[in-house]
């Protein structure tokens, strides 16, 4: 079972840092509180400490899977950060490290500069491979591809589609291209025919302007009506409510405090109102 938990401070109680886990949530709690190191994160337990607070563990959810916990773990962190709580995370969750704007520019600004190899070395290289063929000259492979023939299943088209669901469709968008680029595109592109050359394509939808009429929208709903939901888009349902109830569940901690399991069980130890 893998649980999503959140951490707070017995100063306040409110939930700063939220992460998964498949061991307890208190044997998880005392490793960040032995972690050593200067992320945000250690730097407000290293804070708690010496304020002589306690770390609080708080059970959020539970998944019987792991895909299901990392997926949520995304979910929750963005919600709670969208009611305006202060998290820690040093990433947006599901076990990855998201380059923000600000984490690639100080990339950049450190490693300006910098040069990875000299005009020496450069020639050095180039005057050692002079005169030698390339390493693949002359190799022809005519070897298929490891699964040429091979069709997916539609679990596997499944957990492929759900891999790429917010994933640009190609690597460069968002780009721009410099002139120099254009210029060696457009260079490349002279004398080749457009892909779609003597292709002729509809401009307007068929349905553009119309409208069904009372008849055929009652024939429709009919012809819908006892089928079947696909598993699917069992999934799809299946999804969206999971993101739901988890902005609910967030909505709910954020403006009830008082009602966290942890605050209660503290208050009622130290007599707090």
Not at 63 to 72: C, G, H, Q, S, V
Not at 103 to 132: F, H, L, P, V, W
Not at 208 to 216: Q, Y
Not at 248 to 269: C, E, G, H
Request: hydrophobic letters at 30%; proline letters at 3%.
């Amino acid at each position: 079972m893998y649980k999503i938990y959140g951490l707070c401070s017995s100063e306040d109680y409110l939930i700063r840092y939220i992460g998964y886990t498949s061991i307890s949530i208190d044997d998880r709690a005392k490793k960040h509180y032995y972690e050593s190191g200067t992320t945000k994160k250690n730097n407000w337990i290293k804070s708690i400490k010496s304020k002589e607070h306690r770390l609080i563990p708080i059970l959020i959810d539970e998944y019987e899977n792991r895909r299901d916990a990392l997926k949520m773990e995304i979910c929750y962190i963005k919600t709670f950060k969208s009611f305006g709580a202060n998290l820690v995370n040093g990433t947006d969750g599901g076990d990855g490290v998201t380059m923000t704007p600000e984490i690639r520019k100080k990339i950049s600004e450190a490693n300006k500069g910098k040069c990875r190899i000299t005009d020496y070395q450069r020639r050095r290289i180039a005057e050692t491979r002079r005169g030698k063929p390339s390493w693949n000259s002359g190799i022809k492979t005519n070897k298929p591809s490891w699964n040429k023939g091979i069709k997916m299943t539609e679990d596997a088209k499944l957990k492929l589609s759900i891999q790429k669901r917010g994933v640009p469709n190609y690597k460069n968008r968002g780009k721009i291209m410099s002139d120099e680029h254009k210029i060696k595109l457009s260079e490349s592109r002279k004398g080749k025919g457009s892909w779609n050359k003597g292709k002729k394509m509809t401009t307007t939808h068929p349905m553009l302007g119309k409208k069904h009429s009372k008849e055929t929208i009652l024939k429709m709903s009919l012809a819908k009506k006892g089928k079947a939901v696909s598993p699917e888009h069992r999934h799809k349902i299946s999804e969206s409510m999971k993101i739901y109830r988890a902005k609910r569940a967030a909505a709910t901690m954020l403006l009830t405090t008082a009602n966290y399991p942890a605050a209660q069980a503290v208050n009622s130890i130290e007599g707090q109102p």
